[in-house]
């Protein structure tokens, strides 16, 4: 990036810490709403969280361009895959005798290692389709119809992520029939488009202050799209 800016920074370190804490605490609670019209709602505490970080993505695109998303990409991998390894290196740690609430942390924070990669694989997969969908739509709509940016790219980077991480994480392992992964991955699908959706008043208000701020507005028309370049 040639271009200093005031508040990229900010957004980058807000992005990381509601990826780490989205996968990290949120997945130790399992909550049950009651929504009109549906029922029962069963989901991991996570998913109403974890969205969040595709509309940090959809903002860091849509102002900075792609090369400056796909570093705050990889920045938020590292952070993710440092959390994981912190996670189970203290969990694998043997307790002091005194100490009661090995098998409480271990429910909490003891995610297997399996999981811990089919949630690296497939976030960074998902972030990097979403980002490249909405510079590309970016293009062809000339910058109008920023909603149809957004949750057009949610669309697909949601869609790559879920179907990535379930198969990855629990296909086979007896946590729930392998028969019900088709509902659990639709559910989860629409679950965090909605939340896309829910937040795109805030996204349009975060866009157009931040291209004010930065007097920035970056197509990516002659950008190199390779995922493996800083």
């Keep these: 990036m040639k271009k200093q800016y005031r508040y990229y920074n900010f957004i980058m370190a807000a992005f990381a810490v509601v990826l780490v804490c989205s996968n990290i605490i949120g997945p130790g609670k399992i909550t049950e709403i009651q929504a009109p019209l549906l029922g029962s709602l069963t989901f991991g505490a996570g998913i109403m969280f974890f969205p969040i970080s595709f509309i940090f993505g959809d903002i860091l ?18 952070c993710l895959a440092f959390a994981s390894l912190m996670a189970w290196v203290i969990v694998a740690l043997p307790p002091a005798p005194e100490w009661h ?6 429910s909490v924070f003891g995610s297997t290692a399996r ?8 976030f960074v ?87 004010r701020a930065e007097n920035e507005d970056y197509y990516d028309t002659h950008t190199d799209f390779s995922p493996f370049k800083l």
């Excluded at 609430?101 to 271990?106: G, K, L, M």
């Excluded at 999981?115 to 497939?122: C, F, G, M, Q």
């Excluded at 997969?125 to 109008?144: C, H, P, Q």
């Excluded at 991480?165 to 019900?180: C, I, N, Q, T, V």
Aim: charged letters at 15%; hydrophobic letters at 55%; proline letters at 3%.
């Design 61 to 78: 695109t849509e102002v900075y361009g792609y090369a400056a998303s796909r570093r705050v990409i990889w920045t938020g991998f590292v």
């Design 101 to 106: 609430d090995q098998a409480a942390y271990q």
């Design 115 to 122: 999981i811990a990669i089919a949630s690296l694989l497939s």
């Design 125 to 211: 997969a998902g972030e990097f389709v979403n980002s490249f969908v909405l510079a590309k739509m970016k293009i062809l709509t000339r910058g109008r119809w920023l909603w149809s940016r957004t949750i057009g790219s949610t669309l697909f980077g949601e869609a790559v992520d879920t179907i990535l991480f379930f198969p990855l994480a629990f296909y086979g392992s007896g946590e729930f029939p392998d028969a019900m992964m088709p509902q659990i991955l639709l559910a989860q699908f629409v679950a965090k488009v909605l939340v896309e959706i829910a937040f795109t008043p805030v996204t349009y208000k975060a866009v157009a202050f931040l291209k």
